[in-house]
């Protein structure tokens, strides 16, 4: 029986080397959006990181934490994240993409509310948005496979930065 998680625990199977035909296609679709989305590095780690927080995942938490702080990000802003709706310091475009991140990622039974989509198809166009719902896909997932398969927590180092 499974019960809450626990300290401790020890990663399950290398995804990447189990089935690397798989991770493949996932680096496939991470490289578009990383790289052609569109959607600016600092916004698309934000969302990252704040969808890391919402699904539990340990590993992207502590790996979107350091390529922020990696890439400039305050601590401060770092901190509010959790609570990004009541701190003074996000822009209102990072508002936006924020709600749109929670509300995809945490889908009720009627979905995502009208208000948050108007918001964000004006905010970022038709195509931004398609692209901004990729970016929470791709972390969606990425934070799936990391707690499915125990990815460990606190030895990724963020790349440098110029």
Known sequence: MDGPKTWGMSSR??????SPAAYRALLAL???????????PGLQHLVYLRVSQLNGCAF???????????????????????VW???HNFTPRERT??????????????GVGDDVYEAARTEFGEAGLV???????????WNRMGIAFRSEPGKYQARKTS
Do not use: F
């Open 30 to 40: 991470n490289d578009h959006v990383h790289n052609q989305s569109g959607i600016e």
């Open 60 to 82: 992207c938490v502590d790996m979107h934490d350091k390529d922020l702080r990696a890439a400039g990000e305050t601590p401060e802003r770092l901190a509010m994240l959790v």
């Open 97 to 110: 993409a924020l709600a749109w991140a929670e509300a995809v990622t945490l889908l009720g039974p009627h």
């Open 131 to 141: 692209e901004l719902t990729l970016v929470v896909a791709m972390i969606n997932t």
């Open 13 to 18: 199977i290398s995804y990447p080397k189990a």
């Open 85 to 87: 709706r009541e701190a």
